[in-house]
């Protein structure tokens, strides 16, 4: 990814309102300020993503795309605990468990609205996985 990529990437993300870039030089700061005048498809980043459709597609890689969630669930988070639990369903570790239930909101607390799965850009079944979380580890 280009840095202007990388920077429109980071403000994107739900919540992100600014973002802190490092830089080491003179040339790397004059990179990072070109964002500004950036055209949306030199700030484009969504074929990189596409490019790993094909493989991922159906498995979550925590990227949050999927966010904000009405029921305030952290989607990302139910989904490595169920993937964790998958591993294994019979000798699931206690504190999988123990995780997944201290979460402020957890599969079970899913409306099923699918605003989630429209967001996704991986086509996880997210309303599925909930479903299975809240079965396994609630």
């Given at each position: 990814?280009?840095?202007?990529?990388?920077?429109?990437?980071?403000?994107?993300?739900?919540?992100?309102?600014?973002?802190?870039?490092?830089?080491?030089?003179?040339?790397?700061?004059?990179?990072?300020?070109?964002?500004?005048?950036?055209?949306?498809?030199?700030?484009?980043?969504?074929?990189?993503?596409?490019?790993?459709?094909?493989?991922?597609?159906?498995?979550?890689?925590?990227?949050?795309?999927?966010?904000?969630?009405?029921?305030?669930?952290?989607?990302?988070?139910?989904?490595?605990?169920?993937?964790?639990?998958?591993?294994?369903?019979?000798?699931?570790p206690?504190?999988?468990?123990?995780?997944?239930?201290?979460?402020?909101?957890?599969?079970?607390?899913?409306?099923?609205?699918g605003?989630?799965e429209?967001?996704?850009?991986?086509?996880?079944?997210?309303?599925?996985?909930?479903?299975?979380?809240?079965?396994?580890?609630?």
């Open positions: 990814m280009s840095v202007t990529q990388c920077i429109h990437y980071a403000l994107t993300r739900p919540g992100v309102v600014s973002t802190l870039v490092g830089c080491q030089s003179a040339k790397q700061v004059e990179e990072a300020v070109s964002y500004l005048k950036a055209t949306e498809e030199e700030r484009d980043y969504m074929h990189i993503i596409d490019g790993y459709q094909g493989e991922l597609s159906g498995k979550c890689v925590y990227c949050n795309h999927c966010q904000p969630c009405p029921s305030d669930i952290d989607i990302a988070m139910v989904n490595k605990y169920l993937d964790i639990a998958m591993l294994d369903t019979n000798k699931i206690p504190s999988i468990k123990q995780h997944y239930q201290s979460l402020s909101a957890s599969g079970a607390d899913c409306i099923a609205c605003s989630c429209d967001r996704c850009p991986f086509s996880v079944p997210i309303i599925e996985n909930m479903e299975r979380a809240a079965t396994l580890l609630g």
